[in-house]
């Protein structure tokens, strides 16, 4: 067995080669050419770090991986593992998370990180034996039709001002979450917003990062969460959560809502996601694993 770049492959061959590494997986993975495309540039994922694992000329497996520097730390993040199904239980998977954990301290990346579904227990025992440690949960819940108006409480119940603006303001919060997952960071969501919830003296109580899409007349048609959070030292935590999330959410509206790898312990949202009965569609465990900086 040997390990391939990516840019040896036609466009054709890694989105077959995508489909029959995730065959049988716990959700439909499936993808095509342009899908293939698409999700590589989106999630800003990269041809030095994302190889293939080739057998007699044929490719039997996958490791996709993206890197970014979060706060003067180098971090990757493993974007998608895949094994075609004869070869599974063979060692391609042990052999493959060695490879990409050799590129990563290559490229002087400190910190490895990734998801996985958490009813994945064989992946997850496999990242364990690698090293990795989970060091949280994440929740992907869904609401569709109305949500009602006080979902999240009595409307102007907590004496604050949420406002919307560029993501980036969310950088300079004392309280942001930087050990949040790869896709639910500030500067990954394309077109996202930020929500920021102020007291009476202008001060920052909480955040949520979010985004909208639109329908071709400019209205809401989803909008998906990413992290909502309010300052630690609040007593009134739960109340600033609840102001960003009916802020964030719409209430009164017929849309799809959903949350995309919400840490767990963002407790506060959590629980009123869940009061304000938002379903579980999907739960993942978040790893990370420290790696020498050598660059």
Known sequence: MEFRPLNEFTLDRLAAMWNDGFAGYFVDATTTPEGFLRRFAAEQLSLDLSFAAVLNGEPIGFVLSGARTIQGRKLAWNGGTGIVPAHRGRGVGKAMIAEALRRYEAAGIGLATLEAISANEAAIALYERMGYRTIDRLKIF???????A??????????VAVRRGPTHEL????????????????????NAEAAIAYDEQGRPLGYAL??????????????????????????????????????????GQTIARRTLNLPASHDDAVRALEQAGFALALEQVYMTRSLSESR
């Not at 869904?142 to 009602?148: P, T, Y």
């Not at 950088?171 to 394309?190: E, F, N, S, V």
């Not at 048609?221 to 609840?242: K, M, N, P």
Request: aromatic share 10%; with cysteine.
């Open 142 to 148: 869904q609401h569709g039709g109305e949500l009602k």
């Open 150 to 159: 006080d979902a999240f409480g009595a409307p102007g119940a907590l004496p």
């Open 171 to 190: 950088a300079g919060l004392a309280c942001y979450d930087w050990t949040a997952p790869w896709q639910a960071q500030w500067m990954h969501p394309a």
């Open 210 to 251: 979010f985004k909208t899409v639109r329908d071709e007349e400019g209205k809401p048609a989803s909008i998906t969460l990413f992290q909502c959070r309010a300052a630690a030292s609040r007593e009134d935590a739960g109340a600033v959560a609840s102001a960003l999330l009916s802020d964030v959410f719409v209430p």
